[in-house]
């Protein structure tokens, strides 16, 4: 299946986790990807993979902070310049924290907030001029089952996430007479970088009783691969996705039915 031949694509958090199988999975069906990740080493591991896989004269790696402005606005400048414009955006970086609410410090509530939404924000804004102008161009955000049902000691996280569906149906609705779709995921038991061990900074304290809700219905209980949200990705912002904007979708085998 070629379904990106000839499509040029941007994607963040494009060193480690579901950031990186997507970059494959992308490159995998033909399309030319800029990966962006504030990790170098990471991007690293991802430009080995493409070359084993023999797809590497087709991608390009940049070190970017998607918190900040300027470094957003360098990445998608030379991204663009790069492949002569842009048709889909990938917005997976973010950083998943965990704390106590009554011992959250402003310090880390807006950490949080800038990586992921305001990172989410930048990143569309820079690349919208190039999507408009492609005709055809799709915004996948990444959301989060957080947003949607409770997941205790990530109250900043979900917020954040919350904020990008929000953020994804606005511009959904802004730019379909000019052709762009926006979409968000919501993926939930999914094994990365950001949810493997103990996951993301859990108090000693911490009641896990109150993640037995959030165990997979399928697959005997255990997290997916990077892989499974990778595919999902990939429908969204081929084609086959044509008719799909201004809404999210759930990728947690089962967590919340």
Do not use: C
């Not at 990790?39 to 940049?62: F, N, P, S």
Request: net charge negative.
């Amino acid at each position: 299946m070629q379904r990106f031949e000839g499509r040029r694509i941007l994607v963040t958090g494009a060193g480690s986790g579901i950031g990186q199988a997507t970059v494959h999975r992308l490159l995998a069906e033909g399309g030319r990807v800029a990966a962006v990740d504030i990790v170098a080493a990471g991007l690293e591991r991802t430009a080995r993979r493409a070359q084993e896989d023999g797809t590497a004269d087709r991608l390009t790696t940049l070190t970017a902070d998607i918190a900040d402005e300027a470094s957003v606005r360098t990445a998608v400048a030379t991204a663009v310049a790069g492949f002569g414009g842009l048709d889909v955006l990938v917005n997976a970086a973010g950083i998943l924290r965990s704390a106590r609410t009554e011992a959250t410090t402003l310090e880390f509530w807006n950490r949080v907030i800038a990586v992921n939404l305001t990172g989410t924000f930048l990143m569309t804004r820079e690349a919208l001029p190039a999507l408009l102008e492609s005709g055809h161009g799709v915004v996948v955000n990444f959301s989060s089952t957080s947003a949607s049902f409770a997941h205790p000691y990530m109250a900043a996280y979900a917020a954040s996430k919350g904020g990008i569906q929000s953020f994804t149906h606005a511009i959904a609705a802004e730019y379909a007479k000019r052709g762009l779709r926006a979409v968000a995921v919501a993926p939930g038991s999914i094994s990365s970088d950001m949810t493997d061990g103990r996951g993301p900074g859990l108090p000693e304290d911490a009641d896990m009783q109150l993640f037995a809700h959030l165990m997979p219905a399928l697959g005997g209980g255990g997290f997916a691969a990077p892989d499974a949200v990778a595919g999902v990705v990939a429908m969204l912002a081929s084609d086959d996705g044509a008719f799909v904007t201004g809404t999210e979708v759930r990728i947690d085998g089962g967590t919340h039915m």
